[in-house]
């Protein structure tokens, strides 16, 4: 008989199909798993924006995720209240994105640490600007260059320290 915190586990490491180094569980896009004294399990997801292409690829990730970890049936249900927020992203799920070369949302999003020695890295509280810290140097002089970046759910900056453009997860 599989449990639910074993389908749950399979699950939790599905990962976002646009942005690998990150899963659904790190980004908060899952809600919840339950599994019936048959097996059959009912995975709940919140989708981070209406329309979001990658939702499909999640889905099919759930279903197989679930199955392998010994699922009979796998039901994925979409709930949409409360709306995702990127306040659900978990602070590991931030340092990853960092790592990655992304932006997270947020102001002055640098993690702790993260930014090479040298790199003029402001403290959050002292963050004047909702401006992200390039990922590369951990500049705070960044400009943005388009509303959209590699995909929807990214923008694309320019960072004015090392020149690099990078991608801002958005908030919302
Ligand atoms: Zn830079």
Redesign the pocket.
């Known amino acids: 008989m599989v449990s639910a915190a074993r389908v749950r586990a399979a699950v939790a490491g599905v990962p976002d199909p646009e942005i690998r180094v990150v899963t659904i569980e790190d980004l908060g896009i899952l809600r919840e798993v339950t599994v019936d004294t048959e097996g059959r399990a009912v995975v709940t997801i919140t989708p981070t924006y209406v329309g979001c292409p990658a939702m499909d690829a999640i889905r099919t990730g759930i279903r197989s995720a679930a199955r392998d970890a010994g699922a009979v049936d796998v039901r994925v249900d979409t709930v949409w209240a409360p709306a995702w927020t990127t306040a659900w992203i978990s602070e590991d799920a931030r340092a990853k994105l960092y790592a990655a070369g992304i932006a997270p949302p947020g102001a002055g999003a640098a993690p702790p640490g993260a930014a090479p020695a040298g ?1 003029r890295l402001l403290p959050l509280a002292a963050a004047p600007s909702p401006a992200p810290h ?6 705070a002089e ?1 400009a943005r260059l388009a509303r959209f970046g590699s995909t929807a759910c990214k923008a694309l900056w320019r ?6 453009p ?1 991608d801002h997860f958005k908030e919302h």
């Open positions: 790199a390039c990922p590369r140097c951990g500049s960044t960072c004015e320290g090392c020149g690099e990078f």
